[in-house]
């Protein structure tokens, strides 16, 4: 299915492409159009891309949800179950997606496939691309094989892959402070060189002033959310609301009043107001 579409993407941008380059060239006699050609070349290297940050954002995921998997496996190891059980708990469980994937795989190869569970462990530790879930994976198997404490094992890396996580944390606050820090710096340089090229003879900067909120919120945002460590948890809410009643009032504003700064105020505070993600008060009970 994604070959046939990456097909005839290709095959579509193939036969816009050419016909255009081709009058381009013998229009303008500019071999520039000639690029054109090489657009539908992208839809063939598209699989492999996709591919690699399909791969990488499922080793990413399946990293992060790797220490709270310890912490359920070494409680079930405390009480009598193997690794193979936590596996094929967790592929029943819709809490760890990245992991639910992986436990598919290793119970596929068991059950399906007719392989001791140990051997399914270790053949899912040599191929894996992930370095710390197949030493993870590889260290069971040999303790398990040697005789060693399997719970012991488990606890060392529970401890190990929590400090770990620990770090990240203090990592990622850093990181947000530091953000922080410079979107405030930011807030207090760029509208006074704004005002200063407005003075200077330059009026159009002056109507980006209010639209540099949006900008460095959205940016404050959007790099906040993707340096944050996940969780294997889903909050899900409807923000679409919010936003078009923001939207909404914003534009009424500003077609009544004509006060761009008192429009996005006023939307900003309706969306705050109407957004799901309000902090819950904590009842003194």
């Known amino acids: 299915m994604v070959s046939t579409r990456y097909t005839a993407l290709f095959l579509i ?15 303008t006699k500019q071999f520039v159009f000639a690029g054109l050609l090489g657009l539908p070349v992208v839809f063939l290297f ?7 940050n399909k791969k990488f954002d499922f080793s990413k995921a399946l990293l992060d949800e790797l220490p709270f998997f310890a912490s359920i496996a070494t409680i079930m190891s405390s009480a009598g179950l193997t690794l193979f059980s936590a596996f094929e708990r967790v592929s029943r469980s819709p809490v760890f997606r990245a992991f639910r994937s992986e436990s598919l795989i290793i119970t596929r190869d068991v059950e399906l496939f007719g392989r001791a569970p140990l051997d399914a462990l270790n053949e899912r530790a040599r191929r894996h691309p992930n370095r710390m879930y197949a030493s993870f994976l590889s260290g069971y198997t040999a303790i398990v094989k040697s005789g060693g404490s399997v719970e012991t094992y488990l606890i060392e890396r529970v401890r190990e ?39 200077l003879g330059v009026s159009f900067l002056s109507a980006l002033l209010p639209v540099l909120p ?6 404050l945002y959007s790099s906040v959310i993707a340096n ?7 909050i899900k809410a ?14 009424a504003v500003f077609f009544v009043l004509r006060i761009p ?9 309706v969306f705050a107001r109407a957004s799901p993600f309000r902090p ?6």
């Open 280 to 285: 819950c008060r904590r009842s003194g009970r």
């Open 228 to 234: 944050r460590p996940r969780y294997p948890d889903a």
């Open 13 to 27: 941008a193939l036969t816009v492409c050419v016909p255009f380059a081709v009058a381009g060239v013998i229009v």
């Open 238 to 251: 409807n923000v679409w609301l919010p936003i078009s009643l923001a939207a909404a009032c914003s534009f």
């Open 161 to 199: 892959y929590l400090e770990w996580l620990s770090f990240r944390w203090r990592q990622y606050a850093e990181k947000t402070s530091f953000l922080g820090e410079m979107m405030i710096l930011m807030f207090f340089l760029v509208p006074v060189f704004l005002i200063l090229g407005s003075a």
């Open 46 to 52: 598209l699989p492999l891309v996709s591919f690699k």
């Open 214 to 219: 949006v900008v460095f919120g959205g940016v």
């Open 261 to 269: 700064y008192l429009s996005i105020g006023l939307g900003l505070g």
